[in-house]
C-alpha cells in the first residue's frame, strides 16, 4: 500500500480520497528522490471548468491493449490490479466509451478494502447514440446492491423518444453534438468534460477504450496525468493498439504526445508509468 500512494500520489487530483485513507498509505520512511511536484490544473479558466483527468490503461509491449477488437483481454497482474483500485479510490467519477462498455460490460467500482459507498466512484458512459443497454448490466445491478453508485449515461442529442420511467437506477445526461463535424454523434471532449464538471465532478479516471484514449493523448490542455500499466508480453498484429493521430509540422513528422516529469515501478511483473502531459510547443 505505501509503494502505491508513494508512486500515484504526485499524480493524484488535489485533496483527493478520504483524508483518513491518505494518512495511512503515505509512508515517510521510504522514497528515492524527489517526487514531482503534486499534480494541478492550470490555472486558465478552461481548466476550472473541467474536472481533474487521470487517462490510464494497462498495454502489452507492442502498444496493444486487446487481442483483437471487441475481444476482453486481460494484461494487468493482481498487484497493478491492486494499484488500479487505489487510482479509483481517489477520483470521483471512471469513464469509458460504449465500445468498452458493450463488450466488457465492467463493473467500474472501487474493490479497495473498506471503501464506502459514499467513497466509490461514479460510473460514466460516453454513449453518443444510446448502444448501451445499461437494463441488466454490472453498472445498474451494483447500483441496485448498493455496491457502486448509480451510473451516468452520456448522449448526444437531446432526450426525444425515450421512455425513462423505469431508469431509476441510472441518469442519462445530453449534450449537443460537436457542430464542427459531420456526425451527430460525436460530442466534444470539452463539453463531456464540462458537463461532468456541472454535476459536482471534481476529478475523472478515464480508461478506455483505444479511440478515446488515443484522442485525449492528442489533447494534452485537458488531461493532468497518465498512468499506464505496462505488461511483460506482447499481444501481435491484429490487436487493439494506442496509437494518437500523426502530428505533421511544415511537412515533418513530430511526436504526436510526450510525457514529462515521468516515474516508474515494478509491481509483481508488471511495470507501472506515471507521467504528465507535456504541451505542445
Request: proline share 8%; with cysteine; glycine share 8%.
Amino acid at each position: 500500500m505505501a509503494e502505491v500512494s508513494e508512486l500515484a500520489e504526485p499524480y493524484l487530483p488535489p485533496a483527493s480520497g478520504p483524508r483518513e485513507l491518505q494518512h495511512v498509505c503515505k509512508d515517510d520512511s521510504e522514497g528515492a528522490g524527489q517526487p514531482p511536484p503534486p499534480a494541478h490544473q492550470d490555472e486558465s479558466q478552461s481548466a476550472q471548468e473541467r474536472p481533474f483527468v487521470t487517462l490510464t490503461y494497462a498495454s502489452s509491449l507492442d502498444g496493444m491493449i486487446s487481442l483483437s477488437p471487441g475481444l476482453r483481454t486481460t494484461l494487468s497482474g493482481p498487484e497493478t490490479k491492486n494499484v488500479t483500485h487505489y487510482l479509483r479510490l481517489h477520483h470521483d467519477a471512471i469513464l469509458i466509451g460504449v465500445g468498452t462498455a458493450i463488450p466488457d460490460d465492467p463493473s467500474l467500482n472501487c474493490r479497495y478494502p473498506s471503501v464506502s459507498l459514499d467513497s466509490q466512484p461514479r460510473p460514466v458512459v460516453v454513449d453518443p447514440r444510446k448502444r448501451f443497454d445499461v437494463h441488466g448490466s454490472k453498472l445498474a445491478q451494483l447500483a441496485v446492491q448498493g455496491m457502486g453508485k448509480a451510473p451516468w449515461l452520456i448522449h448526444a442529442g437531446d432526450r426525444k423518444g425515450l421512455d425513462e420511467t423505469k431508469e431509476l437506477a441510472f441518469e442519462r445526461i445530453y449534450i449537443d453534438s460537436d457542430r464542427d463535424t459531420t456526425s451527430p454523434s460525436v460530442i466534444a471532449w470539452p463539453l463531456i468534460l464540462r458537463a461532468l464538471k456541472q454535476k459536482g465532478v471534481d476529478s475523472v479516471m478515464i480508461e478506455g477504450g483505444a479511440t478515446i484514449i488515443s484522442t485525449l493523448l492528442c489533447m494534452p490542455e485537458l488531461v493532468d496525468s497518465v498512468i499506464v500499466t505496462i505488461a511483460p508480453t506482447w499481444l501481435g498484429q491484429g490487436g487493439v493498439s494506442i496509437a494518437p493521430a500523426a502530428t505533421v509540422v511544415d511537412r515533418e513528422r513530430r511526436n504526436s504526445a510526450t510525457l514529462k516529469q515521468t516515474a516508474w515501478r515494478q509491481f509483481g511483473a508488471d511495470a507501472v508509468l506515471c507521467g504528465r502531459m507535456r504541451l505542445a510547443d
